[in-house]
C-alpha cells in the first residue's frame, strides 16, 4: 500500500511557475513507477507526466514538453513536477499517481487527493 498527498498548488499569473511535490508513504517508494496527471473541468483527466522507479526514464505530454519537469527522491519518497511558463490551460487539478515497477504497462493503483493549479490569464 501506497499513500501520497500532493503539495504545491496554488494560484499563479500566465507565464509563472510552480513546484508540486507528491509525498509517499511506505518504505518501497524506489519501487513504484510515478505519474502526475491532471483533470480540468469538464474533461477527462490526463496523463501529464511520468517517470519510471529509477528515475531513468521520463515521459511528456506533447502540450508540457520543455516546460514542464518531472523528478523524484527516492530518499525523500517525493516525486516533483516543476511547472514553468504556465499557461491558463494548464489549470486543472493536479495528482499523482503510483504503480509497482514490475507492472510497467498496468494501470496505476494508488492515487493522490489531487492539488488545484490555476493559472490567470
Not at 61 to 70: E, L, N, P
Not at 85 to 107: F, H, I, M, Q
Request: with cysteine; glycine share 12%; aromatic share 12%.
Amino acid at each position: 500500500q501506497v499513500q501520497l498527498v500532493e503539495s504545491g498548488g496554488g494560484l499563479v499569473q500566465a507565464g509563472g511557475s510552480l513546484r508540486l511535490s507528491c509525498a509517499a508513504s511506505g518504505r518501497t517508494f524506489s519501487r513504484y513507477d510515478m505519474g502526475w496527471f491532471r483533470q480540468a473541468p469538464g474533461k477527462e483527466r490526463e496523463v501529464v507526466a511520468t517517470i519510471n522507479w529509477t528515475g531513468s526514464s521520463t515521459l511528456y505530454k506533447d502540450s508540457v514538453k520543455g516546460r514542464f519537469t518531472i523528478s523524484r527522491d527516492n530518499a525523500k519518497n517525493t516525486v516533483y513536477l516543476q511547472m514553468n511558463s504556465l499557461k491558463p490551460e494548464d489549470t486543472a487539478v493536479y495528482y499523482c499517481a503510483a504503480k509497482g515497477y514490475l507492472n510497467p504497462r498496468g494501470p496505476y493503483d494508488y492515487w493522490g487527493q489531487g492539488t488545484q493549479v490555476t493559472v490567470s490569464s
